[in-house]
């Protein structure tokens, strides 16, 4: 995801414009006046988008008129700029007024991902003192930039959110008719994966490492040795576990959505969401599993660790563990076999609840908005 913010950040501060910054404030509610707070977003309707558009129109709720999403933030006035990722913040850092208080998201990232990432890190550590706060979603991000050095008075830890009254739970007739859109054979457990994983735009073909496509790609194969399964998956550039499904006879079936919202029957169809990311910010789909019933598999990266307990409200494949593809195999066949999954989900739900967006607009607006309008 980061990737292509980066590059999508380049390229809107090479075209922006003013029909660039209305086409931003349409994403956000506009307001009559000028909103004191502006948060930068892409255009490519994806993660940093939806967050923009969810904490701007939570907070308008409360506050009428003080935010909206732009494209073009070198257009803005005296205020609050919130940039949605690190990178997003460093493409338009010189092309912005210090008059404005400067807020960035930083979704996830570390030197081990590669050395256009550490290098990346190297600036954006370097950009710290410009900053007023820098908003991480996880505990395992927070801690990281304190090793860094961030000082812990610009860090504010707020989640990722999900919409807790579009994902929820449905019937069994819900799923039944899911699993049936989804052609989900009977007698097979249906296991998802809805995320980007490849680079790119196009076919996907080349992994995107971070995303864990190869861990995704054995631990389903070798669960599929033992139960028949079948994989639903969504979201673009998918052609590497693809191929790699093919390769090892596991059916497979790739939903292009018109409508995001249509994700919700996505989630309903499955018994299993498996996330195998090596690194994360969130990411949404664990969090939009959990609101809608979806027993989750996950690596102990981005939020899992603060969302899910291992057993109770999901299954978190050790750290120690999170590179082995038979160990997440494992932890599959473990949560399959769980005696109470109802209680599980209800358990996964309530857990989720803390990153509703409605309560994470307002935490961006009481902990990060308000102090520092008011200084």
């Known amino acids: 995801m980061l990737g292509t913010a980066r590059a999508i950040a380049r390229e809107t501060l090479r075209s922006a414009s003013a029909a660039a910054f209305s086409a931003g404030h349409r994403a956000g509610i506009i307001a009559s006046r000028t909103p004191s707070v502006q948060f930068v ?45 690190q990178y997003m913040w460093l493409a338009w850092r010189r092309h912005v007024s210090r008059t404005n208080h400067l807020v960035t998201s930083f979704l996830h990232g570390k030197p081990q991902d590669g050395p256009e990432v550490a290098r990346h890190i190297d600036n954006f550590l370097a950009s710290v003192p410009d900053l007023d706060r820098i908003v991480v979603s996880n505990t395992l991000v927070n801690n990281r930039l304190r090793t860094w050095g961030v000082p812990s008075t610009k860090l504010v830890q707020i989640p990722l959110g999900v919409d807790t009254h579009a994902f929820v739970p449905g019937t069994a007739q819900d799923r039944a008719v899911a699993r049936r859109q989804f052609t989900v054979p009977d007698d097979h457990v249906c296991i998802g994966s809805f995320q980007k994983d490849g680079v790119g735009w196009g076919d996907g073909m080349v992994p995107k490492p971070i995303k864990g496509p ?9 669960v599929h040795r033992q139960r028949p399964v079948y994989i639903l998956l969504t979201g673009p550039a ?10 090892h006879g596991v059916p497979f079936h790739h939903e292009y959505l018109d409508d995001y919202r249509q994700i919700v029957d996505c989630y309903r169809a499955l018994d299993i969401y498996l996330m195998t990311s090596r690194e994360e910010g969130g990411p949404l789909a664990v ?26 409200s999901g299954a978190l494949v050790s750290p120690d563990l999170a590179e082995s593809a038979t160990a997440i195999a494992d932890k599959i066949l473990e949560l399959l076999a769980h005696p109470d999954l109802d209680a599980l989900t209800a358990a996964a739900r309530d857990a989720v609840m803390v990153a509703d967006w409605g309560t994470v607009a307002v935490r961006h607006l009481k902990e990060v908005y308000e102090p520092l309008l008011t200084e």
């Open 41 to 85: 977003i892409e255009p490519q309707d994806w993660a940093i988008r939806r967050l923009g558009e969810s904490v701007c129109n939570g907070a308008n709720a409360l506050r009428p008129g003080i935010a909206a999403t732009t494209l073009a933030p070198h257009r803005t006035f005296d205020g609050l700029l919130h940039f949605g990722s």
């Open 214 to 222: 190869d861990l995704f790609v054995d631990a389903v194969a070798s």
């Open 238 to 247: 998918r052609g590497f576990v693809k191929e790699g499904l093919s390769r």
């Open 287 to 312: 969090m939009e599993s959990m609101a809608t019933g979806t027993p989750v598999v996950s690596t102990p990266v981005g939020m899992a660790p603060d969302l899910i307990t291992d057993g109770t």
